[in-house]
C-alpha cells in the first residue's frame, strides 16, 4: 500500500528541523520524505496546516492484560492509545500473572499481533511476583522480548535487590525503569503531605518519599554502570537530584506525566477519585520545577502512566479508590496546550519527548521520518480544539480529571506500518 501525506510542516525531532513537506510511505516503510512527491497511485492524505510527526511512543503504560480485563485489554488499550496519537506503546509488567517470566512476556506479545492496533513492547519484572525479594529471570525476559525492566507499581526497596538487578541488566543491554518511593514514609498515604491533605482531613505522602529513592537509583546507577530511568517524576526534589546526575555523566533518564506537569494538588479539593495517584499531584512549585526540567532537558520523555480502572472501582470514597489515570487519550492535547503554546517547548523538543528519546533510552528503532523507517506516522492539528468528554474515550478507563477541560493542538491521523488505525473522525472528545 502506497500513502502520501501531503503538505504538512514536517517535525524532526533529531535534526530540530520543522519544514514543509511530503512523507511516502510504501509498503510499510517511509519511502521518502520531500517536496512535491509525485502521488502516482497512492492514497494522499491532505495535511496542509497540520504537523507530521514520527509515531508517537509511549513508555510508560499499563494494558491490564493479562488479569485485569476488566480496566482494560491490549485490544481497547491499544486503540485509545490510536486515538491519542501513539504508534507504541511500552507496557508494565503488573499484570496477574505478573510479567515476570517468559512466557508471560510472549503471550502479552502474541495478544498485542492478534488483538492491537500499535506497536506493544513489554516490560519484564524486577523481582517475581513483584514482591521485591527474588530476581525474576531477567536473561529469559529479554530473550522473551522484553525492552526492560521494571516493577512499576511498587517500589523495589530491598537496595541489594536492585543493585543486582541493575548489573544484570546493564550485562543483558537494558534499562531499569524505577518506582521511586519508600513506603516507610508513603504508606497509608492519599495525596501529596501538606496543606491542603491537612484541610482535607487525608493522609499525605512527603515529596522525600519519592526524593530518597531517587538518590538511591542514582548511585546505583554510579556503581553499577547501567542506565536507570526514573518514572513519573514529580517533585522539585527530584528534578534537581536528575540533573546534578546528568551534569555527572551518569546514565540516568526521567520522565514526566501531563498530570504532573498541569495539575497540582489542589485538584484532589473535590474529592474526585481521578486526581488520585501514585506519585501524587504536588504543589505549584513542584509543577513549576518539572515543566522547568522538561524545558532544559532533565526530563527525557513525556509519558502517560496510563493506568485505567473500571468504573465501580474509581466510584467509591476515596480513601478506597485505587490510584490511577488514563491518559493516553488526552496527553498530547495536554503537551500542546500546556507545554507548546504557553512556550515551555518548542515543537522539535516537544516532539523528541515523545518520539526520539523513548526510543533511545529503550534501544528501539523507532522515533525517526527518513527513507527506510517503519512507517509509523502521527499527525496532529496544533489548532484544532476539543473538549474532553470521557465517554468518548475507546480505552475502557473513565477516570480522568481532565473532563470538561478544552484542549488546543490534537492528533487527526494516527499510522502504524503504512496502515491507517485512526482518522479525524473518530475523535469523539
Known amino acids: ?40 497511485d497512492a492514497l494522499v492524505i491532505e495535511a496542509t496546516g497540520r504537523l507530521v510527526t514520527p509515531g508517537l511512543i509511549d513508555m510508560h503504560v499499563h494494558l491490564r492484560e493479562p488479569g485485569y480485563e476488566h480496566k482494560e485489554t491490549i485490544a481497547s488499550g491499544t486503540r485509545a492509545a490510536a486515538r491519542g496519537g501513539f504508534t507504541a506503546v511500552v507496557c508494565m509488567a503488573n499484570t496477574d500473572p505478573v510479567a515476570d517470566t517468559r512466557a508471560v512476556v510472549e503471550y502479552i506479545r502474541e495478544r498485542a499481533r492478534a488483538t492491537g492496533v500499535v506497536h506493544v513492547f513489554p516490560v519484564g519484572a524486577v523481582s517475581k511476583g513483584l514482591e521485591g525479594k527474588e530476581l525474576a529471570e531477567l536473561a529469559s525476559l529479554r530473550e522473551g522480548g522484553a525492552v526492560a525492566f521494571s516493577d512499576d507499581g511498587r517500589p523495589v526497596v530491598d537496595s541489594g535487590l536492585m543493585r543486582r538487578a541493575m548489573e544484570y541488566a546493564r550485562m543483558l543491554g537494558a534499562p531499569v525503569i524505577s518506582h521511586c518511593e519508600d513506603p516507610g514514609l508513603s504508606a497509608g498515604g492519599l495525596m501529596n503531605e501538606g496543606r491542603t491533605a491537612y484541610l482535607l482531613g487525608l ?30 517524576v514529580s517533585t522539585a526534589g527530584a528534578v534537581r537530584l536528575i540533573r546534578d546526575a546528568k551534569a555527572r555523566g551518569l546514565p540516568v533518564t526521567a520522565e ?28 505549584a512549585a513542584d509543577v513549576a520545577a518539572v515543566r522547568e526540567g522538561l524545558a532544559d532537558g532533565t526530563i527525557d520523555v513525556i509519558a502517560t502512566d496510563h493506568a485505567p480502572h473500571a468504573e465501580e472501582e ?10 490511577g489515570i488514563a491518559g493516553l487519550e488526552t496527553a498530547v492535547g495536554l503537551v500542546f496546550t500546556e507545554l507548546v503554546h504557553s512556550g515551555v517547548l518548542d515543537l522539535p523538543a516537544a516532539v523528541a519527548k515523545m518520539t526520539v528519546n523513548p ?33 468518548g474515550f475507546v480505552g ?11 484542549l488546543t493542538g490534537v492528533p487527526v491521523t494516527t499510522i502504524v506500518a503504512g496502515r491507517i488505525v485512526m482518522l479525524e473522525r473518530d475523535l469523539k472528545c
Open 1 to 40: 500500500m502506497r500513502i502520501l501525506i501531503r503538505g504538512g510542516t514536517v517535525v524532526d525531532p533529531e535534526n530540530r528541523t520543522v519544514e514543509q513537506k511530503d512523507v511516502l510511505l510504501v509498503d510499510g516503510r517511509v519511502a521518502g520524505v520531500g517536496a512535491d512527491l509525485p502521488a502516482d
Open 203 to 232: 493522609p499525605g505522602m512527603p515529596a522525600a518519599a519519592e526524593e530518597v529513592m531517587v538518590a538511591r537509583e542514582i548511585l546505583l546507577a554510579e556503581l553499577t554502570g547501567c542506565p536507570v530511568h526514573i518514572a513519573h
Open 256 to 283: 514526566a506525566t501531563p498530570h504532573h506537569f498541569t495539575l497540582t494538588e489542589e485538584a484532589v479539593e473535590g474529592y474526585n477519585t481521578s486526581t488520585k495517584v501514585n506519585p501524587p499531584l504536588r504543589t
Open 314 to 323: 474509581k466510584d467509591v470514597e476515596f480513601a478506597a479508590a485505587p490510584f
Open 359 to 391: 526510543a533511545r533510552i529503550l534501544g528501539l528503532a523507532k522515533g525517526r521520518l527518513v527513507p527506510g523507517a517503519d512507517g509509523d506516522v502521527t499527525i496532529i492539528d496544533p489548532r484544532l480544539e476539543l473538549t474532553v468528554d470521557a465517554s
Open 396 to 406: 475502557k478507563g473513565r477516570n480522568n480529571p481532565f473532563v470538561g477541560r478544552k
